[in-house]
């Protein structure tokens, strides 16, 4: 399928030219008509499937087809999401399609001053991205009128809910207007998302991304049986090695992240810290130096690395495995971008091995162990094998599950750089 057979304006397909998409992806083939047409949409699809301009486009073409009528600029599209990094993500995602359409966005967000947010308020904007914590003091504050909103969004929203932002979504919510599109995306639907999406969405369109290739069969998994005091050595020994060329590494706890980074550095290995404990400047450094191949590793926690689009991680390290397996499925979606193979290498210590086993059984895959490194700890491996669940190390029949990501996309990534591994791998 082409973007030209959509339906949409020249003005977008310009932009979406621009952008060098030879496709829509079929996050964006399924949804773009349904919004198109008016409808509300309950889309399951993680990022990276392309799901920002799955809405994107057919909003800005909406917004453009209907002009304000007073030469006023309301509010007349507001789009939610859970951190700052994904709401300045989908604003980007709004100025790149939008840029021939004369609409204009702004984004909003806290931990940083609001003076230049008021000011593009006052100015007018038709499109407003903005997480719920800051939205809800501008709105507070006067600076925010949602009574003219024609189409709201809700992305990522089962993030939402871990993140307990749901409260603050029914306050904004009672600020719209009842008649409005709503489109809804979530990377899974539980009951509870599924509870919400009743009560906002009306007579949805449910979309989602068929799992044709997830994530999780495209990238190379092994876990590493190491003691917790020994994993930094661990991580500094693999970084030694030629294969890490730009790697995440997740660690459970801010302090965690921020140790992890004075130890990498002690190494002479160049690396950043980006979690909720930063200021918003501190975060886009961190994110920047990441991107421009300065920090060669990026330490996060799970909230801070959510929906952050970080081109060409060759791997993604599980430092401290994720007490929510399904993290796990998150975390390592960091990697192997637009079919590229990517690694995902897992720190397991003596404690973690019951969280190494709902990971595996969530994925309905063994990960393959790593056993000839020397930082082994043969308790955590050896007791592991018993706890770990009997699943075969290699799935005939790839693990479907709607939580997985699907095929993901992206603009202009490269491959992974090597698939080298620096030890000898053993199928468990
Ligand atoms: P998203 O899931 O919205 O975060 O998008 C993930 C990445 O896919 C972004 O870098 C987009 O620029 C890219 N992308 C979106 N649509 C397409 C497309 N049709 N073809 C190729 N890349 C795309």
Redesign the pocket.
């Known amino acids: 399928m082409l973007f030209d057979e959509l339906n949409l304006h020249a003005a977008l397909l310009k932009a979406v030219r621009a952008?060098g998409?030879?496709?829509?992806?079929p996050i964006?083939q399924k949804a773009i008509p349904y919004v198109l047409a008016g409808r509300d949409v309950l889309g399951c699809a993680q990022?990276?499937?392309?799901?920002?301009?799955a809405f994107a486009l057919p909003i800005l073409q909406r917004l453009s087809a209907a002009p304000r009528r007073d030469g006023r600029r309301p509010i007349r599209a507001l789009a939610l999401a859970p951190t700052r990094e994904l709401a300045s993500?989908i604003g980007e995602?709004f100025a790149v399609y939008g840029a021939h359409t004369g609409l204009r966005h702004t984004v909003i967000f806290g931990g940083v001053g609001q003076a230049s947010q008021t000011r593009a308020l006052t100015r007018g904007v038709d499109i407003l991205v903005a997480t719920p914590g800051r939205l809800l003091d501008l709105m507070n504050q006067g600076y925010v009128d949602l009574s003219r909103v024609e189409a709201f969004i809700l992305d990522e929203a089962d993030r939402m809910l871990d993140m307990g932002f749901i409260p603050d979504i029914r306050r904004v919510v009672r600020a719209l207007p009842a008649k409005r599109q709503t489109l809804l995306f979530s990377a899974t639907l539980p009951p509870s998302i599924l509870d919400l999406a009743g009560g906002l969405l009306d007579k949805p369109e449910t979309v989602s991304v068929a799992p044709s290739a997830t994530t999780v069969e495209r990238i190379a998994q092994s876990v590493y049986f190491v003691e917790q005091s020994d994993k930094i050595d661990l991580l500094v020994r693999l970084c030694e090695g030629q294969s890490i060329t730009r790697a995440l590494v997740f660690t459970r706890t801010k302090h965690g992240a921020d140790k992890l980074v004075r130890k990498l550095a002690e190494a002479s290995i160049p690396a950043a810290a980006i979690h909720g404990n930063k200021s918003q400047s501190r975060r886009e450094q961190a994110l920047a130096a990441f991107k421009r191949g300065a920090a060669r590793v990026l330490v996060a926690t799970d909230i801070a690395s959510r929906g952050l689009?970080i081109d060409e991680v060759s791997h993604v390290v599980n430092f401290d495995l994720p007490v929510d397996a399904e993290s796990y499925v998150h975390r390592i979606g960091r990697t192997a971008r637009a079919g590229a193979s990517g690694a995902a290498f897992s720190f397991c210590g003596y404690s973690e091995r019951p969280l190494l086993a709902s990971i595996e059984r969530l994925i309905r895959q063994r990960l393959d162990v790593v056993s000839d490194h020397p930082f082994r700890s043969g308790r955590a491996a050896s007791e592991n094998q018993s706890t770990r669940p009997a699943i075969a190390a290699k799935p005939s029949q790839p693990a479907r599950r709607n939580s997985a990501p699907s095929v993901?996309?992206?603009?202009h990534r490269g491959r992974s750089s090597s698939s080298r591994r620096p030890f000898r791998r053993d199928a468990a």
């Open positions: 952008q998409y030879a496709s829509p992806t964006q990022t990276g499937t392309g799901k920002t301009a993500q995602s689009d993901v996309y992206g603009s």
